[in-house]
């Protein structure tokens, strides 16, 4: 399915009320043969289209005797016109401030969305939080986001974590309740990009000599993913390997000021390529395919669709050490570095180029992606949601 018709399937859903969404949902798993004593409807917000993680995560569904569906007003959201158990499911929380204009703003946005969950939670609605960083990249209200997920931390009755030490590692900014936790790993990217492409193809697309290695920095370009620094110290980098690298950088451009950064510093950089826009499903695989070694150089982290996505294709991956244990199993192509020490960040980078050189890397990486498969850990999420819920 192309990105433009996942596109048109979201502004039908978002025609659907929430009334209509729950009757459809349960008539759903009728049709399917589920016992109805059993069924539970889950509505998740927000619903994000560009990233598959959603589709990825809810694709057995059905299969686990739930039907699930995306909201676009928390306001609509009361208890269900038909007799099941109802959870929200929320995601990405920072998009509540996405509207507001300075921290006064951010506050009362939160205090509103808090009062819809709080009103959920009066109607028998079960709630339930994805935790999908410690604060999001682009968090421009650090201590209202701080506060939000406080505030929802304390309300949800289940947490779903991807990384062991997501509860220890929030206890920095706020506390969740490790008795309603559980954990569930994020999926790979196994049979959801197209991977029919071979190496040598790609770096030929991109125009990539064969004896160039080849480091990719993938995702939005926000100040929090660490790109800015990271070619800021490539010549350094370079002089520490001792060799001359190819530097791919794809993502959709962030805040100009940012953007103009980053156009000053690769100005001089011949080496360095810059795909400053969404990058569509049938692309994926040439950048990767084409590439040694992914590098996350972010300054947080607690999991990463990149790391994921690196390791579906084979590729060692870079990352924050913190995020290291939610790719437990990733074994060797997964190598971590200290943000707050950038030389550790070169020596991760050397010691993955190293790990690209042996076979068995490749190997380990899609074979753990084998098993993390999409459809795979959403039966996993499912089981375990069934039985707190």
Request: proline share 5%; hydrophobic share 45%.
């Amino acid at each position: 399915m192309s990105q433009g018709q996942i596109m048109d399937l979201a502004a039908t859903d978002a025609n659907r009320s929430f009334e209509e969404a729950c009757v459809d949902a349960k008539l759903s798993l009728f049709a399917r043969g589920v016992d109805l004593e059993q069924a539970h409807l889950l509505a998740y917000y927000p619903a994000v289209h560009r990233n598959p993680y959603q589709h990825m995560l809810y694709s057995a569904a059905f299969e686990k005797g739930f039907a699930c569906f995306p909201v676009t007003s928390l306001e609509e959201v009361v208890a269900p016109p038909v007799d099941a158990p109802l959870a929200v499911h929320y995601h990405w929380v920072h998009r509540v401030f996405a509207h507001a204009r300075n921290s006064r703003e951010a506050a009362k946005a939160a205090d509103h969305f808090i009062n819809l969950v709080d009103g959920q939670k009066e109607a028998g609605i079960k709630i339930i939080w994805t935790v999908h960083n410690l604060l999001s990249h682009s968090a421009s209200f650090v201590d209202a986001e701080i506060e939000l997920r406080a505030r929802l931390g304390e309300r949800a009755d289940f947490i779903h974590i991807m990384n062991p030490a997501t509860v220890e590692l929030c206890g920095r900014y706020y506390e969740l309740n490790a008795s309603r936790s559980f954990m569930v790993p994020h999926p790979s990217y196994f049979g959801v990009y197209g991977d029919y492409i071979s190496a040598e193809q790609a770096r030929f697309d991109l125009g990539i000599m064969p004896e160039e290695k080849t480091l990719l920095l993938f995702g939005s370009l926000g100040a929090q993913k660490g790109t800015r620094d990271f070619l800021a110290e490539l010549a350094d980098l370079e002089a520490v390997l001792d060799m001359r690298l190819r530097v791919l950088v794809a993502g959709q451009a962030g805040d100009p000021d940012y953007m103009e950064e980053i156009y000053g510093l690769i100005a001089d950089m011949p080496s360095v390529s810059l795909f400053e826009k969404h990058v569509d499903d049938q692309t994926v695989q040439t950048l990767f395919r084409a590439t040694d070694v992914v590098v996350c150089p972010y300054s947080i982290g607690l999991n990463s669709g990149v790391a994921a996505t690196a390791a579906t294709f084979g590729r060692p991956c870079v990352v924050p050490d913190i995020l290291a244990p939610a790719m437990a199993g990733a074994g060797t192509g997964i190598v971590g570095f200290n943000p707050s020490d950038r030389s550790s960040l070169k020596v991760a980078i050397g010691r993955a180029l190293e790990a690209r050189e042996n076979p068995s890397t490749e190997r380990n990486l899609v074979q753990w992606s084998e098993m993390q498969r999409p459809r795979v850990i959403s039966r996993s999420f499912f089981d375990a949601l069934r039985t707190r819920w």
